[in-house]
């Protein structure tokens, strides 16, 4: 008896013991989370929703990684989040506004030897992409295509030995296949955005008259839609840099551009370490301070660190300024680069503080947001596939296009247009649900939704028009009756107007 009780005791202990490790285990172990491919495999048809990483304030970034993240050097690994969606939902539309890529300087540092890159493609070379050979074989073909314009008399690729000042490089280039490439696995092979067939008027592509923006949406296009027709593209051009079409006409607009440029020189001037880094760069070189001012240095300090070039030297074959006659040879620094960087991050704080950007911003971005807004309202309220409006829209721009966007929608914590940012606006379909629920534009949209997506990360519901909607209580998606009534009234409050016309001839004081 004294034995049975024993080994009962003995077999509770065990299993207390085994009872107590387990609950130890379930309380502290961490599970791995899964990638966005990872996820959504394993949920299937029943899967809720592929969440995005939750956003938080990442630590900030010392000048030179910031200026690193800025090159966006083609060899890095992406894990983007465009065509994800909750299942059953139908892909609409797609619109991507994108930076050109990398380029050569705009401008050259006097006194110093210009960088020696080679614009010419050759697949041979690095940065390189499985589909550059059969692009550049593609773009000798373009006479076959429809041109608006002066478009058709720009180079379709980058071609000089020596790169002309803003060209096009090789890496813009491949950055753009690439970024062609991912929306081509994320629209064509996930969700068949656009058959083989594919009608002219359903791929919509529009370039300033820079040869960078042709060619960089030329190579997105290409890794997007491989030997696309030439027979049934037509490059259209936008004639201003904020692509506001017939809606250009906006002094108000003009006026706070003026008090911002204002802002910033006041605030320049007033930083007594970028003063002196700027003596001492001039100094350096050779030549007086406001001739490197001029000269912008910080563009060309930037196409050396992307290439991974030394910085520039003073040319020992020049006559050095008087005010220095023994620099010769002297060189421009990291060090000195760093504080021009951290003096462009101090004027992004205090820009969005005063805030004239930021009322630009919504008179700059105005026009594409509402010729975005219209064609995703006209395909929410179509009942047959498109065929006469533009499923797939493709805006090739520049950091001065992209940067008012951002900030228009109320992203001004993001970062600076890199090279080849994109901009991505989805349009999707709910299987039908109950009228008006969830969706404050109304009108025919209501089960129609937006997500907005920078450089591959969903920010959504970072954006001013969907920051306060409940997505646990209503829809975990954003009504696109948010936006459509976002770019048609909301925006303009920040101006205190009520419309794009009413805002653009306010007297600014």
Known sequence: MRMLARNRFILLLAVGLVLAVLSFSLQHLQLMPLGPMAEEVSRGKSRKRVNPVVHTDAPELDPITEAYNYCNLPNQTEHTWEGHSLADYKLLSVHVMIRHGDRYPLYSIPQTKRPAIDCVLSANRKPSHPLLSSFISHMAQGGRGHWDASLGSLPR??????????????TGIVQHLKNGEIL???????HNLLSTDWL???????STGKSRTLQSGLALLFGFLPNFPWSRLTVRQQWSTLFCGSSCDCPARNRYLDLEQKRQYRQRISDTELERTYIAMATALGVATRTLRAANPIDS??????????FPCAN???NSHPMNPNTQGACLTLGHFAVIRRQQRDDKRERQEVGFYRRYAVLAAYPYLNRTAQRMEAAAKRKRKATEEPVFSLASAHDVTLAPLLSALGLEGAAFPRFAARLVFELWKSPEMKEGKGNKGG???ENAFVRVLYNGQDLTFDTEFCREHDRHASHPLCPLGNFLHFVRRDMFSIVNATSYQEACHQTVL
């Open 443 to 445: 009108g025919g949209v």
């Open 184 to 190: 081509h696995q994320a629209y064509i092979k996930r």
């Open 200 to 206: 002219p008027k359903q791929v919509w592509v529009e």
């Open 316 to 318: 020992p074959n020049s």
């Open 301 to 310: 300090l930037l196409c050396h660190l992307c290439h991974g070039l030394p």
């Open 157 to 170: 690729v980058p071609s000089h030995s020596s790169c002309d000042l803003g060209e096009l490089t090789q």
